[in-house]
């Protein structure tokens, strides 16, 4: 019995690579430092700046395996969490949770490609010991500067979005977050 548990762990483990490479996938994987700009309009008179993280993940959309032209149109996830100490000594905490559509221009093989993307999920924020949590979007694009060639590459990304929330029935449209960090691009084409 065990080793055939250990035989289907195997199959189960290399099944998602071998389907991977039948329906010519471009997904990307990044992460980096977000500076995230909040506050200054009606919910709060302050702005404040905090720094932290951002990841996301992207998956291309596939289209007709037999089609001369590959759609540009992904499927993403992104993730993301600042902090700061303010001026009174309490703590701001900010995560977004989203997901939604990437479109990217260009050929993903040259060096640099360009991309925008929607995002629609939620923030959560927290001051002290308030928080709240509501309704959040994120529209942005960016920039991947990559290595040439091969199946998979390594660079840079610049990313720029504009985040308006909801919490509470207000709506804070003065957020943006700018983020700096390394991108890893699995790019197979048929």
Not at 32 to 58: E, K, N
Not at 176 to 181: E, K, L, P, S, V
Request: include cysteine.
């Amino acid at each position: 019995m065990k080793p055939l548990t250990v035989v289907m762990f195997v199959g189960c483990l290399f099944c998602p690579v071998s389907l991977s490479a039948q329906v010519n996938p471009v997904n990307d994987f990044s992460g980096g430092i977000s500076v995230f700009t909040i506050g200054g309009d009606a919910t709060d008179a302050t702005r404040h700046t905090p720094i932290g993280w951002q990841a996301s993940v992207s998956q291309r959309i596939e289209n007709d395996p037999a089609a001369k032209k590959k759609t540009p149109i992904s499927i993403v996830g992104d993730f993301g969490g600042q902090f700061r100490t303010l001026d009174n000594g309490s703590a701001l905490h900010v995560y977004e949770y989203m997901g939604g559509v990437r479109v990217r221009a260009g050929n993903v093989k040259k060096p640099t490609s360009v991309f925008a993307h929607a995002l629609y999920g939620g923030m959560s924020k927290s001051v002290g010991s308030t928080s709240e949590t509501g309704f959040m979007m994120g529209y942005g694009g960016g920039i991947d500067v990559m290595t040439p060639g091969g199946a998979y590459a390594l660079g840079v990304r610049t990313q720029f979005d504009w985040l308006p929330s909801r919490t509470n029935g207000v709506w804070a449209t003065s957020q943006f977050r700018i983020t700096f960090g390394a991108v890893l691009m699995a790019r197979y084409w048929d």
